[in-house]
């Protein structure tokens, strides 16, 4: 991609983005793990197709908002949600939701690549298989193809689709993992500092990767690396001991920050 | 920041859901989610059906049916000859049952005469009333000519008919008991002479094949002769290896081929092992056929495999970090075992212990083989003698046809599962106790 | 002295050196054990080790091959017409001299005078005194008991002797070596270490007995009985002959009985793996902590109850149950009230065996199921996979080959299961595929071999080995390939 494309491609995204569309909006979400609060009245609000990124020191409650956003606490036990949480103006933690859909709208990577025991063809195919995305084997070709494509993986893998996905390098099992998201043609992803058990050159792969993914995914990303959440994001958040402490333009945030305590973790000064 | 925006989303229409067939695959989730309560529910079923088929038969058999009644110790009967002092054998074998006889016949007003009905009253005592009375009178000469009153054993079809087992509707030649028989028993309950009393004979009384006087009293000894044996052999042994296994053992091919060795020996049937005690220590080294000793031998090797894996699993539950300390401080390897990392592993390796225990005292099958299925009366004195086990006694009743050694059956099995109740809950409590997370 | 006179003695004189050495350690340090290499009680110890051990091995051997050495010795001095006989009956005439010199311990020597002149009393003499014997001794053989019983005082006084005199060594030579320097704790330890190897050799130890033993006995058997004819046979109908006679021999085919345990073993798989299997899937993916708690434990008391128990649960519950149940059914659909299931059935052995196989496959499968990284769980519902999905798709197909290296392990356990098929399954060794007709199993048959009277010479006995060592082989095989499995398995995600 060239500067020029590139930039043009800012441009268009910057001004989807003054339209304020938000995809998510989140009011005095509280999170409790049995008599333990985990999470304080957070006001956080999702832009659509606008990357993210949730910063904070360790323990600040940011994975658990990410995991918010598509009811994965819900398999932790004794883990409860209170305050609102909106995608597209639905309530996602009313009764008539359902996980299953929600899921299927709001994809996750995991902070650990986690491809299934199965070939790289049947961990893509997996997704759209148990929604039904697929009429036929042509169909689920093309979405595989497509997804891989989307991921920056189908040169690495095209000859060896029907190989074990565990063999791949780690950077190759995160953007698989990241294909298999896509495959479901999620509205919004979530990533769970996904670069974490990466080394630099797969971490740089894989932010490219986000880059991309921005012009049709609303993408909310969990990092401990400032730079990464500088280089990736266009809004960001800071939480710290479980309130939001500060959320805004990425650019902004890294320069003038409003709250103090961001600027001081900014700065290195704790976390 | 978080300035409220209303969402242009609600103002434009909603975007086509995609159809993932929600309602179906929820359909699919019910379905699944009920298989695995009905399977759950089937086990658990099964559990209650098991006990409460033992326990409802079993119950009774701690009551057994006495009949209370003044017996004349007659002379006439015993020793008409008044040989007793010069004949030690005349007490020994002095007609008993008769005296018992007629003491009921009395009780019930029968004729002396009437043969016929004497010989149905005698059938309604049981057989044991011959050693019973004859015990009585060997230790207690005086008693010859005087009246007691003695508490006699029903027979097993009386006892059984008493506690409402045999059907009295069919016909009378379809049953055991007669139709006179039940009037007798009716009229000794009213007068107060027939009743139910605790059974305590089923605890203490060795083998019989008259169900009324059977008890576990024998198999009770010679099972505990067995746990003692597999007790104070295996746990040490089971210790010693694993502590070698665990700690010291080169990881190398010959340990490698003991561990699977040993996961191996866990799962052998328990017959085999019956097979080699019995090619064995009987057949071999020449030690006797139905001894305890032998089957605490058998039985030991049987449970040593599954204290191994016990004491081994314990061991390694105990962090290395408390070794190294140990280590650190100047100890020998041996010094840090023995000190520090057994002792922490102790409850686990006593929990396992006692679990081990508990399978061995319900096996049954090597048993089998090295003779215990004996008929044994006598209390075993030492772990060389003649004896029985508790589960084999349960599999020699199991085999008996007559009514009365259901119910005793059960009564056995309850025993051997109030044993085991103790053992494992005892061994829950350790765990509960001694628990210790790192 | 009596050999448990003779462990006495060396219990004391263990405690005496352990007593003395550690005070030599204590005195030669001059009254401050930090001057010492190792702590006081070592010394003691290794004097005690030194005194008793040598002396115990030298007892162990002594008392394991002096009697082959007597024995073979007075078996030289039989008369020649006995030793021309054939081993069997020379067996039972050592048998009656051993009588005989056990006999003749407890009678005077007057009695022994009296008797020896006039055998035939001697008989009885000794049945008054509790000894039976099996026949009327002949002269030769009171020469013999006599020599026997001479040898083994002479041979008990030379051992006492000789572990008595090494013991006392021991400790002597033990004792001066005591020294500051002295390191006796390494000693010491060196001697527990070789103790804990020996203790882990005996599982060794068990299984080469296992194998020794049956082979033996099975090749006894294999050199009456064909082996072809044991293992391709498929009549089954050993003939228990009176004892001694040789007229028939009988049909030992394992085919009937092998037919017989695999068609149980599947009836029970039938009822236990789908039962446990999602027993285990509802109680580690579904099921509340609080339900868990409760359900799992009950659920393993299902393994703690003795197979007897699940026998006559069989013979007086299940059996019956199914026998009229399908009277009534019979009765029901053709009017005639005729049972077509009977008591004891391959249906009642299998139903019963499949219950008591519920909680061993639960159990084994639960640990797989929970071994299955959570990762892989988060990955599929993160997908919108329902929880059946992610179970069916995911879960399963990770931990299959746990599962089946556990279901395996069921299945050996199956066809090594005896009580329940001793009270439920039948004797009847047929061939037949109606499961509502008794079958018999292999091991129904070692039990049914074996019980009464044993002859090691019989073929009838000694097939029971044969059958035995079959039995291991197939469940030695089940249960390592399935050890191999789940060892594979869990290394995968450790």
Known sequence: MNMMSEAAVEKALDKKMTDMSYKMIGNDVSVYYGEKRALFDVNLNVRENTVTALIGPSGCGKSTFLRTLNRMNDTIEGCRVTGKITLDNDDIYDKEIDVVELRARVGMVFQKPNPFPKSIYENIAYGPRIHGLARNKADMDQIVEASLQRAG?????????????????????????????????????????????????????????????????????VTHSMQQAARVSQRTAMFHLGQLVEENDTDKMFTNPDDQRTQDYIMGRFG | MTDVVSSPAGVLAKPARRDIGIKRRYAAERRFRAYGIAALSFGLLFLALLLWSVVSKGYTAFQQTMITVPVEFSEQVIDKDNERATDPQKLMTANYPIIARNAVAKALGVAESNTADLRAVNQMISNSVRSQLRDMVVANPQIIGTTQTVSLLAAGDIDSAWKGQINLDVSEDNRKVSDKQVGWMNQLAEAGALAKHFNGGIFFNGASSRPEAAGVGVALIGSFYMMLIVLVLSLPIGVAASIYLEEFAPKNRLTDLIEVNINNLAAVPSIVYGLLGLAVFVNFMGLPRSASLVGGLVLTLMTLPTIIIATRAALKAVPPSIRA???????????????????????????????GLAHALGETAPLLLIGMVAFVANYPTTPMDPSTALPVQIYMWANEAERAFVERTSGAIIILLLFLIVMNVGAILLRRRFERRW | MSTPLILLALAIIAIACYVAGTRRALAIAGGLSSNLHSRQGYYGSFVAICATVPAAIVLAVWLIASPFYINSTVMSGFPEEVKTQSEAQQGLSFGMVGGLARGMDVLTLEEIDAVSANPAELRSLLGTKGVALAGDPEPWMVVSAGDLNAMQKISSRIMTAVVLIIALAGAGLSYVRIAPRFRARNRVEKVILSALVLASSIAIVTTIGIVMSMLTEATHFFGRVSPWEFFFGTVWDPRFAAAGATASEGQFGLIPLLAGTLYIGFVAMLVAVPVGLFSAIYMSEYASPRVRSIAKPLLEVLAGIPTIVYGFFALTSVGPFLRDISAQLSGLTTGEYANFIQAQSVLTAGFVMGIMLIPYVSSLSDDIITAVPRALRDGSLGLGATKSETIKKVVMPAALPGVVGALLMTASRAIGETMIVVLAAGVAARMQLNPFEPMTTVTVKIVSQLTGDLEFTSPQTLVAFALGITLFAITLCLNIYALFIVRKYREQYE
């Open chain 2, 325 to 355: 300390a140990a280590l650190g401080l100047g100890a020998s390897k041996m010094q840090t075992i023995f000190h520090h990392v057994l002792p922490l592993a102790m409850p686990g390796i006593l929990t396992g212990t006692i679990i």
């Open chain 1, 153 to 221: 993986l189908w040169t690495e893998v095209k000859d060896r689709l029907h190989e074990g996905g565990t063999g791949l390098s780690g950077g190759q099992q995160q953007r698989l993992c990241i294909a298999r998201a896509v495959a479901v043609s999620p509205e919004v992803i979530l990533m769970d500092e996904p670069c974490s058990a990466l080394d630099p050159i797969a971490t740089a792969k894989v932010e490219e990767l986000i880059h991309e993914l921005r012009a049709n995914y609303t993408i909310v990303i």
